[in-house]
């Protein structure tokens, strides 16, 4: 049983660029919430998707969006990229409303933007 | 302020050490996450609770809803354990889950 998988590991990309990283929820799974770590902090949450659909967002620009599948993998995209959005990139996969249920984390993408 | 304050920031600990890391929020929660970060950058869960106390092998956690603290405990510290660990609450103020909040970590560091 697969756990949650993203991809890629490792990004470099430069300001003003786009890009897009993408997550596979751990099996079973059909609610993925996204995180930005960045060095030295917490995870900040930035949005959580189910149904393929947005639920709920933090305080990100609209430079973050995102997507989910009808397989519940899910993108997240960041257009117009800034030095300040070097970062680890968390995703998470639940099941929505599950309160007995843990979040599963995966390894992470860590971009650098130069 | 934070709504999620953890201390020690930072823990140096000879192995066989019994380790206190403490987190305190502000915000109504449902559950609470202990999560561990080794360097390479994954989580992972170690413990979601809502109240009292869960035990997992060497590590313990327990949560006082009314005074809004929760506590992990290692006991027999192991420079396995060297990691961050961070204190995640489920906030319910919006009436849902999946919006963790996360603490800024404890940085442990066991010396053999």
């Known amino acids: 049983d697969a756990g949650v998988t993203q991809s890629p590991t490792h990004l470099i990309k430069t300001r003003g660029q786009q890009v897009t990283l993408r997550c596979s929820p751990k099996s079973g799974h059909d609610t993925v919430s996204w995180y930005q770590q960045a060095l030295g902090q917490g995870p900040q949450f930035i949005f959580q998707?189910?149904?393929?659909?947005?639920?709920q967002r933090g305080n990100f620009p609209d430079r973050f969006s995102g997507h989910q599948f009808p397989n519940y993998s899910s993108e997240l995209n960041v257009n117009a990229l800034l030095l300040g959005d070097s970062a680890l990139y968390l995703c998470?996969?639940?099941?929505?409303?599950?309160?007995?249920?843990?979040?599963?984390f995966g390894p992470g993408t860590r971009l650098l933007v130069l | 302020k934070n709504e999620v304050e953890q201390s020690p920031q930072n823990l140096t600990a000879q192995e066989g050490e019994f380790i206190t890391i403490n987190c305190s929020y502000s915000v109504g929660i449902s559950a609470l996450h202990w999560l561990q970060q080794h360097p390479g950058g994954g989580i992972v869960s170690l413990f979601m609770l809502s109240s009292g106390k869960k035990k997992h092998g060497r590590l313990i956690a327990t949560i006082n809803i009314q005074e809004k603290h929760s506590s992990l405990h290692i006991t027999a510290s192991h420079p396995r354990d060297s990691a961050v660990y961070i204190c995640?609450?489920?906030?319910?103020?919006?009436?849902?889950?999946?919006?963790?909040?996360f603490g800024k970590g404890t940085k442990l560091s066991v010396k053999p």
């Open positions: 995640a609450p489920h906030p319910n103020y919006g009436g849902s889950q999946g919006n963790l909040i």
């Open positions: 998470a996969s639940s099941l929505l409303g599950r309160t007995s249920e843990t979040q599963y």
């Open positions: 998707y189910y149904e393929e659909e947005e639920r």
